[in-house]
């Protein structure tokens, strides 16, 4: 198993985040906390007992709840200080473990968080080891795209100053490779897709602040350990102004996220067909009621 990940380094950088606490670096969480509660509350089923996986705030536990669609929500984190003003503790454990006894849950939820993992395949053979069978994985993991602007800012600025150029963007897994480890770990039904959100900002400068704010900056294991000047920042901000600038002069920084479900394998679940027959509706594989279009509409 290759270490990409600096994983002391990872928590250094979120606790410090979690410190500072700026609630409105948290957007995207909040997006990707909202877009798995909606489409857990298309699913006909009840969830007795939850896991929300490293979900660093515990907004996502939050939205789950509002669903009505569990009755008891367990939070993983990789530090007591992320349990925040709950009452109740959070079990503590890194990011690449999942302490929850096999087949005693019925859903776990992950928001963004699986993309600082150096053993992804081993987190989702885990998650599945956990799930009750008929069990729901679902997740939101940063995917191929995201930051892709401050990527090849960051590497032409390097190129230009220094002639070479080290990794400073994360690693972004592509949504076919994410759903090929679903695939792997055994799940059923599996599903990803991609959400693509545009986010602007008045300059490169307040992105990087942001990106601090989440705990999102550089944690590579192979990252350059030599510092970057001032003067490297203010020629990056002139290059991503001049490539990734709107006519109103705010630049844009993309973040792609994948959506993942798959199920705990259970009898009762739906059998791939043979090729050349009629394929599975999408509503079985889903699990939600299939409405009827009406003439007219």
């Known amino acids: 198993m290759d270490i990409v990940f600096d994983q002391t380094l990872v928590e250094t950088r979120r606790r410090r985040a979690l410190r500072n606490g700026d609630p409105k670096a948290q957007f995207l969480l909040e997006i990707a906390g909202r877009e798995l509660a909606e489409r857990l509350s298309v ?17 996502t536990a939050e939205f789950i709840a509002e669903t009505g669609k569990v009755s008891d ?67 939101a993991i940063p995917g191929s795209g995201t930051l892709q602007e401050l990527r090849e800012v960051l590497l032409a600025t390097e190129s230009e100053l220094t002639g070479g150029a080290s990794p400073r963007v994360v690693p972004f897994a592509d949504v076919r ?14 599903v990803a897709d991609t959400e693509t959100y545009t986010v602007r900002y008045a300059s490169l400068f307040a992105l990087l602040k942001d990106l601090r704010a989440m705990g999102m900056t550089n944690p590579l294991v192979a990252r350059s ?13 002139e290059i991503y102004a001049e490539r990734f600038a709107d006519p109103d002069g705010r630049i844009r920084a993309t973040f792609s996220v994948i959506y993942i479900s798959g199920w705990a394998p259970h009898e009762s679940q739906q059998k791939p067909l043979k090729p050349g027959s ?17 003439d007219g509409e």
């Open 43 to 59: 699913v006909e089923r009840h969830f007795d007992r939850a896991v929300e996986l490293h979900g660093y705030t515990g907004l």
């Open 73 to 139: 929500m367990l939070r993983v984190e990789t530090d007591a200080a992320f349990a925040g003003k709950e009452a109740a503790p959070v079990t503590v454990a890194s990011l690449e473990n999942v302490p929850v006894a096999p087949g005693s849950v019925n859903l776990v939820v992950s928001p963004l968080s699986l993309h600082l993992t150096n053993d992804t395949p081993g987190v989702f053979i885990q998650v599945r080891r956990a799930l009750k069978p008929d069990g729901l994985f679902i997740a």
């Open 177 to 190: 490779e994410v759903g090929a480890l679903l695939q792997r770990a055994g799940f059923a039904l599996p």
């Open 225 to 237: 350990r030599k510092p970057l000047t001032r003067g490297f920042f203010l020629r990056a901000a």
């Open 278 to 294: 009629a394929k599975q509706r999408l509503s079985d594989a889903l699990k939600t009621s299939e409405q009827p279009i009406k």
